[in-house]
């Protein structure tokens, strides 16, 4: 395994490696998501949405890195294709809440369990302390930096 000499400003710019990383690892899994015959953008939606919580439409762009139009868009196609349902909110008239259908879950599950042994085969040459120490320090970094709900 190589390392790349670190002496650029961008060579130790932590956005600038968290987007290398992210970019590389990403589009390494996303050949997986579209031999499946998905859309990167519906891999997000639906995986973001896999664990059948329903969440408003703009925490579901933040955290599935796509802009709120297009997840509009995505969700109406979805909606129509019975991967999703929109639910209205109890208190908020002016929030709607999206929820995976089981017809949406059955579509993504196969992926997640790839998803899963790709993340598996990224991490393993790091060892499990330090894999943990980084998705903990990751979900940290989250938490101090993303805007209120």
């Given at each position: 395994?190589?390392?790349?000499?670190?002496?650029?400003?961008?060579?130790?710019?932590?956005p600038a490696l968290l987007a290398q990383v992210s970019q590389l690892i990403s589009g390494e899994f996303h050949v997986?998501?579209?031999?499946?015959?998905?859309?990167?953008?519906?891999?997000?939606?639906?995986?973001?949405?896999?664990?059948?919580?329903?969440?408003?439409?703009?925490?579901?762009?933040?955290?599935?890195?796509?802009?709120?139009?297009?997840?509009?868009?995505?969700?109406?196609?979805?909606?129509?294709?019975?991967?999703?349902?929109?639910?209205?909110?109890?208190?908020?008239?002016?929030?709607?809440?999206?929820?995976?259908?089981?017809?949406?879950?059955?579509?993504?599950?196969?992926?997640?369990?790839?998803?899963?042994?790709?993340?598996?085969?990224?991490?393993?040459?790091?060892?499990?302390?330090?894999?943990?120490?980084?998705?903990?320090?990751?979900?940290?970094?989250?938490?101090?930096?993303?805007?209120?709900?």
């Amino acid at each position: 395994m190589s390392h790349s000499p670190a002496s650029g400003f961008v060579d130790n710019y932590t956005p600038a490696l968290l987007a290398q990383v992210s970019q590389l690892i990403s589009g390494e899994f996303h050949v997986i998501v579209q031999a499946a015959g998905f859309e990167v953008s519906d891999w997000r939606v639906l995986s973001t949405l896999s664990e059948g919580k329903a969440i408003s439409i703009g925490q579901l762009a933040q955290i599935s890195v796509t802009k709120q139009p297009t997840v509009t868009r995505l969700l109406d196609r979805m909606e129509a294709q019975g991967y999703v349902k929109r639910i209205p909110h109890e208190t908020d008239r002016r929030v709607t809440l999206v929820r995976i259908t089981p017809q949406g879950q059955k579509l993504v599950s196969g992926l997640i369990k790839e998803a899963r042994a790709h993340e598996e085969r990224v991490l393993a040459p790091l060892g499990k302390a330090k894999a943990e120490e980084l998705k903990t320090t990751l979900r940290l970094l989250l938490d101090l930096h993303r805007p209120p709900a």
